[in-house]
């Protein structure tokens, strides 16, 4: 059995402001160790249900924020960028058998601790097929492309009864309890470790590969918080517009999908100016 870990900072234990997951920032050098207690707890909560190899893919920022010197010698981890399928970058090749999504947050435009959908603050909304999705949903519509079912989903209370919509089966586990979007009520790391391992420990059983899933065409819709940003987003190919401050495009995939999607983030940082957004 081949469980990936999907990993994301803003939902990990701990994690409640801006800086707390910014790069060089004193408050991230802090929360990257509880961010590694959350992974490697999921880790060795899988070994501990009977995975022969966890393999951890880094999903935040410069996706280069685990101690990988932290984690449990068994794991293996693909840090850095630039990857194919970003966030869920090794469900591809056929071998994984469940995935879980680690640290995760709720979307843009959705209540949460540092909600969010790619961009801190320029994207408002996101939707796939008239459903407002966060990064997990994307996510796991990618995954259900190869057969690979959502198994284990922890992040703020938020982002877990987000999760009941594209992931019913998996187990969740909130590590902290959304009050505004930069604070929330937290549990002490070892309260947490023990809970995503024994978790991830159940979340094994259910790491069994499926049929992969032929469910589209997907159309996505992109909402941005200033016009402009809109207008830049229509370069990538097609990419139209559907109101003053809204894109969409559909493909018949969501693996074209989330490349597409990938890209129109990527435009859209490019166009951001530093005091009016």
Known sequence: MKILISADME????????????????????????????????????????????LINEA??????????DLDERAQMITGRHKSLSMVEGVQHGDVDGIAFVGYHAGAGMEGVLAHTYLANSITGVWVNDVRASEGLLNAHVVAEYGVPVVLVTGDDVACED?????????????????????AVCRTPAR????????????????????????GPFTVAVEF????????????PGVHRVGERKVAYTHATMYEGIRTFKAVTTIASAALEEQYG
């Open 11 to 54: 939902g990990a234990t701990g994690v409640t402001w801006p800086a707390d997951v910014m790069p060089g920032r004193p408050e991230w050098e802090r929360c990257r160790a509880m961010f590694t207690s959350d992974v490697n707890a999921a880790v060795l909560g899988f070994f501990d249900g009977g995975a022969d190899e966890v």
């Open 163 to 183: 999760a009941l919509g594209y992931a019913p089966e998996a187990l969740k586990v909130a590590v902290k309890d959304h009050v505004s979007r930069y604070a």
């Open 225 to 236: 918080d200033a016009e402009h940003l809109a207008m830049a987003a229509t370069v990538v």
């Open 192 to 215: 947490t470790a023990a809970d995503i391992r024994a978790a991830a420990k159940e979340a094994a059983a259910l790491a069994v590969r499926q049929e992969p899933l032929d469910d």
């Open 60 to 69: 935040h920022s410069t996706m280069r924020n685990l101690l990988l010197e």
